[in-house]
């Protein structure tokens, strides 16, 4: 977007060498092996081939968003969770900091479409709702049970509801049946 590249863009060389043939990944496999922080693309674009400079950059994934809801004299807190980034975990705990701040009287978690990802995450997001002594996962290897305890200090006492799919997955199962068994969440969705 920086760089005014589009969707619909086609990408036919990087730093004069033609791309053409390369996988996605091959592709992005030579940007992250170039020691230079400025590269020169060649793109066509309907019928026009235009040059465009990049600079490579850390991008931060934005994988929380939220907002208060009033309805009926009650304050709802919404944050929805797009995917369980390396950094969702400080960007949820922030969000519901501020929130916790403001006030509300119940929480929806929206993990919905939601495929997972990094295991820490999700288990730092349920260490803000659960002590120590809760259980948050356990794993059976052959008859042999690993608990895994929150890391937490506190025990929520508001109602959450937490949004789930068909597509909620992996971190996503984690946290609803975790927070469902131990906050007496209530999960809404299949």
Known sequence: EKAKLQSGDIILKLDGESVEGLSITDFSS??????KQTMALVIKRGEQ???VSITREIV??????????EKNNKRIAYIYISIFAANT???FSELLTSFEKEGFDSLIIDVRDNSGGHLTSVENIISLFLNKTKVMYQIDDKGSITKHYSKGTKNVKYPIAILINGISASASEMLAASLQEQCKATLIGE
């Open 30 to 35: 030579k940007v992250k092996a170039s020691q």
């Open 49 to 51: 081939e235009l040059e």
């Open 60 to 69: 931060q994934l934005k994988s929380v968003a939220g907002e208060i809801f």
């Open 89 to 91: 975990d400080k960007q």
